[in-house]
């Protein structure tokens, strides 16, 4: 780990005056955590998000680079908490950054595929500090999703500095998927695929929840190109996806027919918005003529 | 503007009472399967639990899982159901990668309201294990019993072009269900907190898994036999709300070679196996000579991740049972109207006259008996409460029993 707090200033003075650094060997990132509410039917949800501007946007910023070389990042930490900062089973911080504060480092070079950044701490976890990190991934189609699950109670009692009981069951009542539920995951971009026939695509899935999650195909069948938990499914050829806590994986998608396809989690609560279905984790595939 | 359009018709997809999008343009074939909502799962402790599911419109009753479609790998497949029930249902697939037109889903494809008849075309290009359900408000549909295993056989007894030889197939599909939901399907709502507390391997559990202790009498249990050097093909799919462990004994040498209906790149031994809801995997396992011995069943809550329930399925070496009683002999009785309140007609499907019949109920309690030298005849049930009943027959060494629920 290396923590380049001489550069700090420099590099956030010249990102904030909108000046990026030419540099080939390395790509670079800034992050800010934003606090903000999430609206869902009947609830709001206060919660935090990785955003790559100072303005609260609902989704976490999904991350690009290259193979095989170092991501340095900037983290400015909005929130009124201190949070770690890790890659999953890759790269971990080490040190918390305090409220206000602002941290650069050097991610070490990754393999090709996905991955999930997060912040592990308690209040990061809960309120949704949990994002993709795209690493050599070149299609010209590529879409992201980042799942979560959201029990309002307890991020209500977590962002009020409660802490969690263990008798307590889990009883999530949204599932999301880039902080959207359906219907309304037909409006994110990033989501939401549309494709031409013949066409290729990867598809970067992160599972930010407190849960494994599952989701099914309708249509296709996609391939495994990477996994950061069940390695020994790349190259597996499914149309139902298991996503462990934690887990990030690509998936390569061949347009090979016409046609309208839902994508959706197979645990069946999860196709509700609080209760109510349909809703949810579910998504869709557009693929054109 | 284009977004805003497509989010208005994305928003309707799931609805169910939406016109068809798509229409099928094919002569339908007559109904296979029919859809009911008025079906009794007899539970492991006795227990009159409703379900909603498929049948055989020969058998006019429906059952949990629904019935085994089998095909061959290349087949040209046109699967009718009729909907003889007052909700919309459909059929999804799973798996097969069927076009939009024939993918069950409401408004992409079509709904089938009650009383008339969906039919699907699709060629089963690859061989494997796969799934349908109906996929109207699926949570719920699901967890009434909506559901069944589709098995693509390749020719020549292997698995696919290329991969191994096997003795015979072992279907087994898990699912689960919460006893409330079913009692009162119409307050189940909400559904993000279904907790399922009844777990069944195809339709049974816990004793019920036994030879002769199905709660149905002489129906057989699932025991699964397979002569030594030889291997069996455990289908393994799941429709349940759990995540499914299964606990494989090493003495069966277990390969994986198959999931979600594609061979795996690398074929792997495997002693235990997480299947999560909509997954399937083919595995073939060969007991050893007088093995005789268990496959665990656990049933894991997905959201706490906390172990709820345990099913066994014996496997024993075929070898083993020479010397049992003999399996029943198969049905030959039909039944009509199946569900029925007040009368049932009754035809020996072979000729036989009925002879002595029995009717009994779900405990295996004799209910009424009595006897017909013809080969059909019609019996008042309007005195019974509903429930699920055998009728039995016997003329000579023939004997056959078939189920009826009222």
């Given at each position: 780990m290396k923590i380049y707090n001489m550069r700090n200033h420099i590099r956030l003075g010249l990102i904030i005056l909108g000046v990026t650094l030419n540099m080939n060997v390395f790509a670079q990132d800034t992050l800010w955590i934003n606090t903000g509410d999430w609206h869902q039917s009947q609830d709001t949800m206060s919660v935090l998000r990785f955003n790559d501007t100072p303005v609260f946007d609902t989704s976490n910023v999904a991350l690009n680079t290259s193979a095989d070389a170092s991501l340095f990042l900037t983290v400015i930490n909005m929130d009124t908490e201190p949070h770690d900062f890790g890659v999953d089973g890759i790269w971990s911080l080490g040190v918390d950054i305090l409220p206000n504060d602002t941290t650069t480092f050097e991610i070490p070079p990754m393999a090709m595929g996905t991955y999930r950044y997060f912040s592990s701490d308690l209040r990061g976890m809960y309120l949704g500090l949990s994002g993709v990190l795209k690493v050599g991934l070149n299609m010209p189609h590529q879409f992201h999703w980042n799942l979560a699950d959201f029990m309002p109670e307890r991020m209500d009692s977590i962002s009020s500095g409660g802490e969690l009981l263990d008798d307590e069951p889990y009883v999530p009542r949204y599932f999301s998927i880039n902080a959207y539920t359906y219907p309304h995951t037909a409006l994110d971009a990033n989501g939401y695929v549309s494709m031409a026939l013949g066409d290729t695509c990867t598809i970067s899935i992160v599972n930010s929840g407190m849960m494994d999650h599952v989701l099914h195909f309708h249509g296709f069948h996609v391939e495994y190109?990477?996994?950061?938990?069940?390695?020994?499914?790349?190259?597996w050829s499914k149309d139902t996806t298991p996503l462990l806590q934690g887990e990030a994986v690509t998936l390569l998608l061949i347009a090979n027919q016409e046609g309208m396809y839902p994508v959706h989690?197979?645990?069946?609560?999860?196709?509700?918005?609080s209760g109510f279905y349909p809703g949810g984790m579910i998504t869709l595939i557009n693929i054109t003529p | 503007m284009r977004v805003c359009i497509t989010f208005l018709f994305v928003a309707s997809?799931?609805?169910?009472?939406?016109?068809?999008?798509v229409a099928q343009t094919f002569s339908p074939p007559p109904p296979l399967l029919f859809t009911g909502m008025d079906g009794i799962l007899i539970s492991d402790g006795g227990m009159e639990i409703p379900i909603w599911g498929y049948g055989l419109t020969s058998d006019g009753y429906i059952t949990v899982p629904g019935p085994l479609l089998e095909y061959e790998t290349g087949d040209e497949v046109n699967l009718a159901f009729v909907n003889n029930s007052a909700e919309s249902h459909t059929i999804h697939l799973h798996g097969l990668d069927v076009n939009q037109a024939n993918d069950g889903v409401p408004t992409t494809s079509f709904i089938v309201v009650q009383d008339e008849v969906g039919a699907y075309a699709f060629t089963a290009s690859e061989p494997g294990t796969f799934l349908y359900h109906c996929h109207v408000t699926t949570t719920l549909h699901l967890t009434m019993g909506m559901y069944g295993m589709i098995l693509v056989r390749h020719p020549?007894?292997?698995?696919?072009?290329g991969g191994p030889a096997y003795y015979s197939d072992a279907p087994l599909l898990f699912s689960d269900l919460e006893i409330a939901t079913n009692l009162d399907p119409v307050q189940s709502y909400p559904f993000h907190d279904i907790r399922p507390d009844y777990f069944m391997v195809n339709g049974r559990s816990g004793s019920q898994l036994e030879t002769g202790s199905t709660g149905i009498p002489g129906e057989p249990g699932t025991i699964l036999s397979c002569p030594n050097g030889e291997s069996l093909a455990l289908r393994l799919g799941s429709m349940a709300y759990t995540l499914t462990k299964l606990i494989i004994p090493s003495e069966l040498d277990a390969m994986c070679y198959m999931s979600d209906g594609r061979p795996v790149p690398t074929p792997f031994g495997v002693e235990e196996l997480d299947i999560y809801p909509g997954e399937r995997f083919t595995v073939l396992i060969s007991p050893d000579a007088e093995y005789d011995g268990t496959i665990e069943v656990q049933s894991w809550d997905m959201v706490n991740q906390e172990y709820v329930h345990s099913n066994f399925v014996r496997i024993r070496d075929a070898a083993l049972n020479i010397g049992d009683p003999q399996s029943p002999e198969p049905l030959s009785l039909s039944i009509s109207p199946n569900p029925s309140r007040d009368f049932i007609s009754v035809n020996s499907n072979d000729g036989r006259d009925l002879a002595d019949w029995t009717i009994y109920d779900a405990a295996g309690k004799m209910i009424r008996s009595g006897h017909s030298n013809s080969p059909s005849m019609r019996i008042d049930i309007s005195f019974l409460e509903s429930g699920a009943y055998i009728l039995e027959s016997i003329n000579g060494d023939h004997k056959s029993r078939t189920r009826f629920v009222r």
């Open positions: 190109l990477s996994s950061t938990i069940q390695t020994s499914r790349i190259g989690n197979h645990n069946l609560i999860a196709v509700t918005n | 997809l799931f609805c169910h009472n939406a016109a068809p999008s020549g007894g292997v698995l696919f072009e």
